[in-house]
């Protein structure tokens, strides 16, 4: 046997069917929860111990569920997965609902965080979503299609512009 058949070989004893494991038996899907996500920021964070330094890793998640749902969660970990990880379910943790409007938000809104502070405006439908960065991020996990938005802070940090959406959409008031 030369090496090529060796190899069709081994293809083949390693083929399994679709959804099958190796002893015959279904293999489990990883169950959906719905939600949809976004690293929004990562960064390297260090501690000063008398050894030298210690090197963590902190992730900024966003998860929605495209249908009025959002969360921004924020975790530290030793490795960049688990640091997602733990993110994701801070993010859980922090869920907020709102309604959308034909694709769009209710009224007029402004929220301040920290050294964020965000505008955001319903647009007519058609119009896109003219945000960037964090907010735009935020958005469409959201599940809003139409809104401009603009961000008059002094500072460039995902986080807190994320935070300041999060904020504004906290305010939005249902018509009743």
């Known amino acids: 046997m030369d090496n090529k058949d060796q190899n069709k070989n081994a293809t083949q004893k390693r083929s399994f069917p679709r959804g099958k494991s190796r002893r015959g038996g279904q293999r489990k899907e990883r169950e959906s929860d719905g939600f ?11 501690r000063v111990v008398a050894g030298g330094k210690r090197f963590r890793f902190r992730a900024t998640v966003v998860i929605g569920d495209g249908k009025g749902k959002v969360g921004v969660g924020v975790a530290k970990g030793a490795d960049v997965q688990q640091s997602i990880q733990k993110a994701k379910t801070d993010a859980k943790k922090n869920l907020i609902s709102f309604k959308i409007i034909n694709g769009t ?14 505008i955001l405006k319903p647009a007519k439908e ?4 003219m945000a960037g960065g964090a907010v735009r991020a935020v958005m469409i996990l959201a599940g809003v299609k139409d809104v401009t938005s603009k961000c008059l802070g002094s500072t460039k940090n995902k986080l807190t512009n994320a935070m300041a959406t999060i904020e504004a959409l906290k305010k939005l008031k249902t018509s009743k």
Not at 36 to 46: A, P
Not at 126 to 129: D, P, R
């Open 105 to 118: 938000i209710a009224h007029d809104v402004e929220a301040k965080f920290s050294a964020a502070k965000v």
């Open 36 to 46: 949809n996500d976004q690293v929004l920021d990562l960064r390297r964070v260090t």
């Open 126 to 129: 058609g119009h896109g979503l």
